[in-house]
């Protein structure tokens, strides 16, 4: 175990609330320990990348364990991996690579974020490309289109006068 009395505990817990000043630093903020009973913000996937789906599951000590077994009944310890519970990365995959990349988020809506790693990882992802940009490169084109159409009728009705008056 981590903490192997409380008095380690309690001095580890002085120790991390003393780094207030530098805990905007995003990776103090997953090192200090949540409060006893306080649940992850992340989940075990519900299946795994081969379709089984999850057995055992726990989240202690930093660590979100998500068994797939085979079959009802079998081993929790043979097809299994783990996460880390502050950022939901994944640290072991005992699964034959089949554990998804990433744990389940299941609480930044329903609480306010606290790191910036998760403020910055719940921010919208921008499309490839907007639609009003497509729409704007649309009109590009086919004002492209109408201006090469435009100058071939030109070179026609310019021929054309040529033979006319040839």
Request: with cysteine; proline share 8%.
């Amino acid at each position: 175990m981590l903490f192997s009395t409380p008095l380690a505990l309690l001095t580890t817990a002085l120790w991390l609330s003393s780094l207030t000043p530098i805990a905007n630093a995003g990776w103090i903020n997953d090192l200090r320990p949540r409060a006893s009973g306080a649940s992850s913000c992340f989940t075990c996937p519900p299946q795994d990348a081969a379709g089984f789906p999850v057995g055992t599951q726990s989240d202690s000590g930093g660590v979100i364990f998500c068994s797939y077994p085979a079959f009802p009944g079998e081993n929790p310890n043979d097809f299994f991996c783990r996460y880390n519970d502050s950022t939901g990365a994944l640290t072991q995959d005992n699964d034959a690579g089949f554990c998804p990349a990433t744990a389940i988020q299941n609480c930044g809506a329903k609480r306010g974020l606290t790191t910036k790693r998760e403020q910055v990882a719940a921010q919208p992802q921008p499309a490839a490309i907007p639609n009003s940009i497509r729409s704007i490169k649309s009109l590009r084109k086919n004002r492209d289109k109408l201006a090469i159409r435009k100058a071939h009728e030109d070179e026609i009705l310019a021929q054309a006068a040529e033979e006319e008056t040839a």
